[in-house]
């Protein structure tokens, strides 16, 4: 393991990303990290007295009588909340949100996140439906259910013991996932620098620029295996060191449930003058970071680029999750005889297997 030192030791960053990690720390220092409060946050302006960040209106013309939150309260925030945002732009934005729910599928429920309530979960194709049922000492008990008669939705591989759920996404479309990310991105940019985004805001809230202004729409993530999870939301930005340097001037890293997502903010004045050299500005991205008392638990860490600068609206979008599985569960099964209470057992069939309980077990040291 490496220790990021140049952002604090309280962060390590696994070994596979050293030479990527090495390169990205000497170039960007961390601005800003935001975490959720655990209650909610006091001294918000009065309303009367608030001016919105995103359209620049202010009371009586627009209203905020919403709770605006900073992150999105579908990844857990319940009380990171702002006074910059007014009604209007908070319900264009919660258009971006539903398409960001749809885009994540079933993990919320998985990871049974503590928002207002933990969302019971149905696939598109109504086959598979997920909820988080019973609170026991040591945990949350999370059901999933398959309706398919063609029994495609479960697959059982006993070589690499492991359970493979296979469901439907609801519809979403990809620059809405990622105005998503870039609204979060904008919320915490620093006042100081609000006049170098200017038009990055308007391009958040409209969509006439989405074809004229694309390829910014690019994500690195990372994501860790469903037993592991963040804490609470939190939100880091990154501000390069030189500002000569042919990089974007700030990244924006976030961390919630069991990923990281990053994105370069896009049309900072200053990097304008970097646009006409050929080859552009390049782009570094982050290596993911986890707190020391996490070490043990990052067993395995997948990195992938996801491009969402698409408008078109996608349907019938497959994922599949994989649940580990303890050896020998898939040699026998065993079965309840209703009338008699006997239980017995069968040779293992995963044609049968109709619903499968998860036991997320809570961790102390949270």
């Known amino acids: 393991m490496i220790r990021a030192d140049k952002i604090n030791h309280n962060y390590y960053y696994p070994e596979q990303f050293k030479e990527s990690g090495e390169k990205f720390l000497n170039s960007y220092t961390l601005e800003k990290e935001v975490s959720c409060p655990s209650e909610k ?9 608030r001016v919105c960040r995103f359209c620049h209106k202010k009371y009586p013309f627009v209203s905020f009588s919403k709770d605006a939150h900073i992150f999105s309260e579908l990844l857990g925030n319940k009380y990171l909340v702002s006074d910059f945002e007014c009604d209007d732009c908070n319900s264009k934005f919660g258009k971006y949100e539903n398409d960001l729910a749809n885009f994540l599928g079933i993990i919320r429920t998985i990871q049974s996140v503590k928002a207002k309530k933990v969302p019971k979960f149905k696939s598109a194709d109504k086959k598979l439906e997920a909820e988080s049922t019973q609170e026991l000492d040591e945990g949350t008990i999370v059901k999933v259910r398959r309706f398919d008669g063609l029994n495609k939705t479960f697959h059982f591989n006993k070589e690499k013991q492991q359970t493979e759920i296979t469901y439907e996404k609801g519809p979403y ?6 105005k998503a990310i870039l609204k979060m991105a904008l919320s915490i940019i620093d006042e100081k620098h609000l006049a170098d985004y200017k038009f990055a805001f308007e391009y958040l809230r409209t969509n006439k620029h989405d074809k004229n202004y694309s390829g910014f729409g690019i994500v690195t993530s990372y994501s860790m295996p469903l037993t592991f999870q963040f804490q609470q939301p939190t939100g880091m930005l990154f501000k390069k060191i030189n500002s000569n340097a042919k990089l974007f001037t700030h990244l924006f890293y976030f961390a919630a449930l069991n990923f990281i997502y990053e994105i370069v903010i896009p049309f900072n004045r200053q990097d304008a003058m970097f646009y006409q050299i050929p080859g552009g500005l390049d782009t570094l991205w982050c290596p993911p970071l986890f707190g020391h008392h996490k070490e043990e638990r990052i067993l395995s860490v997948y990195s992938n680029s996801l ?16 649940l580990p599985t303890k050896e020998g569960e898939y040699d026998k099964s065993r079965f309840l005889n209703k009338e008699t ?9 995963g044609s049968k297997i109709i ?9 102390p040291n949270e």
């Open 41 to 49: 946050i006091k001294g918000l302006k009065d309303k009367k007295s």
């Open 173 to 178: 479309t990809p620059l809405n996932v990622y």
């Open 307 to 322: 491009n969402l600068n698409s408008v078109e609206r996608l349907y019938n979008q497959k994922e599949t999750f994989v």
């Open 341 to 349: 209470g006997e239980v017995y057992e069968e040779e293992f069939d």
């Open 355 to 363: 619903g499968i309980d998860l036991l997320r077990i809570d961790d």
